[in-house]
């Protein structure tokens, strides 16, 4: 069920970023989360500020997601940031939508898909590729600790 939740926030999450950069150029920070019943919500965080920081809306992401996991009313959560990055095997340094995903069991991924400004603005995507991430919202208890 984990690979099934994952991969369902993985799709909503990539295809809201890519509606946002097709629509916009861009996009801010935004999440994603799996239900017990497994449905799949988008999550934008909101501030007063009309031009926050990223690290402020993920911050605010994962405190809401890290509450909403801590009450048992989500199975998988995912945040999702665009981001410039060098691939492995490359020397170039390129855009990429990247997908933090974790499931309650303790599985996680940074999901990367690269993408360029082709002619006129449009979008073109490459590759996906992935590696393993840090728990930061699904926090398993350390040794000793409930």
Do not use: W
């Amino acid at each position: 069920m984990a690979r099934l939740d994952l991969d369902a926030l993985l799709n909503a999450l990539l295809a809201f970023a890519k509606q946002m950069l097709a629509k916009r150029g861009e996009f801010h920070p935004f999440g994603a989360s799996t239900n017990n019943e497994g449905e799949v919500s988008i999550i934008a965080p909101s501030t007063s500020d009309d031009r926050p920081e990223a690290s402020e809306l993920i911050e605010l992401l994962e405190e809401g997601l890290r509450s909403a996991a801590g009450n048992g009313q989500i199975r998988a959560a995912g945040i999702c940031l665009d981001v410039r990055l060098t691939p492995p095997g490359q020397t170039r340094i390129s855009d990429a939508i990247h997908a933090k995903l974790e499931h309650k069991n303790g599985e996680t991924a940074n999901v990367f898909l690269l993408y360029r400004r082709g002619l006129l603005g449009r979008i073109k995507y490459g590759e996906l590729f992935a590696t393993q991430a840090a728990p930061t919202i699904f926090q398993q208890p350390k040794e000793g600790q409930k």
